[in-house]
């Protein structure tokens, strides 16, 4: 395998040299402050401290059955590696994704098609995917800080990019089997090919189970009928994670679904019925797809046949959690376009920035996103620290997942909204990107689950401990 200058820039510091960086809290969550006051292991309410005890026994109980959420030799990354691998792709950010291509992209409504060689051959393609494949296996905390600076350089492409690497690469990851592994890895890590996720459809979008797409089984496997509606890289992908209806049994219908891989240049029956026209994220290719009969061999089924909902809804809190960072990346590009202007234009014979209520807006700003940052990386380093702990779920509560899009998204909005206000007329502009900002961020309180469905997420899982 040749040698990645991602790969080896944050992995050759040693763990001494990185444990003398910050002090860490001696819970594994690794949290920067001593100790962690984090959720993982103590509750704040005293009173569901014996229904806690009975779910974690019961979790005990069922770990037999839980997949791990990470190669078998992942190693969680020090700090250090993960301060080096920022600084590593603001770098190929910096020379691959300037203002103009970004521009271009939404001015365009595509995606620039050279650039997952450029983000393969930068090993950007494979965060969470294992070495032996080509992967550089650091976790989703390493995930989040490559999704956060693609999208502060584009949200498009970072919104593009996290539908290959994380809907689609960490998909196969987690739940291929060898062949499946050896089969598409490499390519899909090398940007040979490209990779999407479809569970969407026109009548099935926050109900999403209720997928009218149907994959009857034949001869060595299946035939798949339907359609799927907002798919990112739709129109262009090689390689799309379908789930679709294997055995619908009308009183359940979540058990009867099934992840299958559809290899979509091959498939006959499989077309772009068309590419979608986006308000923003613009630059990342949207589309409907039309399966007839599509025909699909049984070795292409991923994970479990009419276990597919498991597939999804696993996928969806890491999906979540990845995510998170698109709206991350877009406050920190709204920042990185207010600071310097504020600060440099004039109104009354001062800078804007010397008004209190502009630097109100600057501290709202700035604590939104730290806040936002800070859950989203205290969520993503306890999952990569139970990487070895199925009696925790390898540390994934969807609550969280769930909460950190939630609020990331929310805040995104805002502050972009702040950024184009701070700039003035210069922010209605075209000319300018804090407008696109506006336009990228919304997507992030729909995609992935809207607002609305993330607290009924959340709702639910208190109901589900207290009632
Ligand atoms: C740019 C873009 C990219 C996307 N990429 C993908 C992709 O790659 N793969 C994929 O499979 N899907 C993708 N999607 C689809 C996305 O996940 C869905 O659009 C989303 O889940 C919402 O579904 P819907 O559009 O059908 O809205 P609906 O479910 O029709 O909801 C409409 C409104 O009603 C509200 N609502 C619905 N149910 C409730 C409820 N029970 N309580 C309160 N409010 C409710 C919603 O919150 C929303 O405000 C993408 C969408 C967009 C816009």
Redesign the pocket.
Known sequence: MPSNPIRSASRAISPLASSLVRPTCPHPCRTFISPCSSLHNARPWPGSARKSAIQVQRRRMSTSNLSRKHPVDFIPPTATDLFDLRASVQEFCKRNIPEEVAAAADGTNSFPADMWHKLGDAGLLGITASAAQGGLDMGYEAHTIVMEEISRASGSIG?SYA?HSQ?CVNQVSLNGNQQQKEKYLPSLLSGRMIG?????E???????VSMKMKAEEVDGGYRLNGS???????PDADLIVV?AKTAPPPTQPSKGVTAFLVETKSASGFSVARK?D?L??RG?N?GELHFEDVFVPKENVLGQLNKGVRVLMEGLDLERLVLSAGPLGLMRRALDEALPYVHTRQQFGVALAKNQLVQGKLADMYTAYRAASAFTHEVARTIDAAHNSPETNFGIESRDCTSTILFAAEQATKVCLDAVQLLGGMGYMSEVPVGRLVRDAK?YE????????R??VVGRSFEKEFS
Do not use: F
Request: overall charge positive; proline content about 0%; cysteine-free.
């Open positions: 919104l539908a809907l999407a996720l479809a569970m969407s026109t009548g099935a979008g926050s109900d999403v799927k509606m907002w798919i990112t890289n739709g789930y979608l986006k923003g994220m990342s949207t997507l729909i995609g992935a689950g809207t607002s609305e469905i607290r009924v």
